[in-house]
């Protein structure tokens, strides 16, 4: 969990919060968002702590930076999922494990940054889960934000541009019929991600592009 000090910081980052009704207030269920910053985890997970006092556990390449410095240990003390390359299959169970006990696993199906007008075409990483387990997918907007900085820009960012402007909108939840068979045909994880990818652009104020087959 996020201690309280840093907790509060986050709360200063954020200029509006809409949707909160749109949020399940129990059991397991997916958020779905798109990717601005380095902070919109934390950001995310602070609204939820506030609002619900609930964690989310975000799946999160395991190659990037901070997972090196942090460790396996830093990641679980942020609730964070780590997702090997070489084994997305054993990721993908804990997920799915997480959900079935009551978590909220989050996620960006475009599994990178992105801070241009338009959405990238996803991963099926969140497709699969919310058709593995038919649990409500929350699409999230995020706006108004500092870029995709690094390096200094992103220390420069968190001193000063962060500050009250970070917009997040919870749109309202999507749900799809349980899929049965481990193996899910491309045409239904594509339509499942273009319904989600749709959402999010709804909510977030860019543009996607339907994936082409």
Known sequence: MIPSPIQRILQSYIKAVDGISNIPRSGGFIIAANHNNHLDSFILSSVMHKQFNRRVKFLSR???MLWRIVGQRGADYLSAILIDHKKKGESLQIA???LRQGSIIG???EAQLNDTPTLLEPR????RLALWTGFPVVPVGISDGPGAHRGFQLFRDI?????NSTKIKFGKALQFDKHNEKIIPKDVL????DQIMN????VCGKT???IVS
């Not at 959402?199 to 709804?202: E, P, Y």
């Open 208 to 210: 996607y592009e339907p």
């Open 107 to 109: 996620n960006y199906p």
């Open 199 to 202: 959402a999010i652009a709804s």
């Open 62 to 64: 395991k190659n990037i």
């Open 190 to 193: 594509d339509k499942t991600s």
């Open 124 to 127: 099926s990483g969140t497709a």
């Open 159 to 163: 001193l000063f541009s962060f500050k």
């Open 96 to 98: 799915l494990d997480a």
